[in-house]
């Protein structure tokens, strides 16, 4: 966590993540109109909170977009802060019900630009990474708000269905395609407020580097009003780290309503 603490000890580097935060997936160019400096000094910024985990680059044709990475502020807040809070109570989901439908949706994903990137290290191997990313059971043991789920993740065209505290369904994802232990495509299909939302699609990159696996999570046409599943992203890699790497159940709630 040093690297953490040592690249948010700067108001520049702090001022990148807030334009980070209010526009995501920006190149070097606007970052550089934003923080009204010298291109040199804005890449050698963003190499620290690269190396933090901070930011995630991903390049896409000619272009390098970059991607705030919430899930190491999230790991430092349930290490530091979230102790002394007092735990709320799940909080309850309405009204939740319709099918998932819409024709198969595919990208392509070397072009295309994500609205979302999350990056996370896992001190696993691929084996359980992959089982726990499939598998109904194990998404039990670390999904922030799910209470039941059923399916799998595992081949083309299967779904998961997510249940909520109060029984309905709150979402599905529906795999579009799969490369495994690699690659999972899905549709995203969330019923908030009691009707069916538009869809979008997200991709799990996972890979074995050595002792550790790396877990990349993209999103992409997120519709407006929805910028929060980036919260809700970074609770479920939060939440799938700790499990792995202690062996324990760890889900992440949002907090109550203030």
């Known amino acids: 966590m040093d690297s953490i603490f040592k690249a948010l000890n700067d108001p520049t580097r702090r001022a990148l993540l807030d334009s980070l935060r209010k526009k995501d997936g920006q190149s070097l160019q606007e970052l550089e109109e934003t923080a009204e400096m010298t291109r ?14 901070l930011v995630v680059p991903v390049k896409k044709g000619r272009f390098k ?13 349930d290490r530091w802060i979230d102790p002394f809070l007092a735990k709320p109570a799940a909080r309850g989901i309405i009204s939740l019900k319709s099918k998932l ?37 194990e998404a039990m043991k670390y999904h922030f708000l799910a209470t039941a789920a059923e399916g799998s993740l595992g081949e ?5 269905a997510y249940t ?6 709150m979402l599905n994802m529906h795999v579009l395609c799969v490369t495994p232990k690699s690659e999972i495509v899905m549709r995203f299909a969330p019923f908030f407020s009691g009707s069916e939302e ?21 999103h992409y046409n997120v519709p407006p009003g929805h910028e929060g599943v980036a919260d809700g992203w970074s609770r479920i890699a939060a939440g799938l780290k700790t499990y792995l790497e ?3 159940p760890a889900r992440f709630p949002m907090p109550a309503p203030a």
């Open 40 to 53: 040199f000094g804005v890449m050698k910024h963003l190499k620290l909170l690269e190396e933090a985990g």
């Open 65 to 77: 977009y970059h991607y705030l990475n919430a899930v190491p502020l999230q790991e430092v807040i």
């Open 101 to 137: 439908e819409g024709p198969k949706m595919m990208f392509d994903f070397t072009s295309k630009k994500p609205d979302f990137v999350s990056q996370t290290f896992i001190r696993c191997d691929l084996k359980h990474l992959w089982h726990a990313l499939v598998d109904e059971e």
């Open 156 to 160: 083309e065209g299967a779904t998961m």
């Open 164 to 169: 909520g505290p109060s029984g309905n369904l």
């Open 198 to 218: 538009q869809t979008s699609t997200c991709r799990y990159l996972v890979s074995q580097e050595g002792q550790q696996c790396r877990l990349v999570i993209e």
């Open 246 to 248: 202690t062996g324990k």
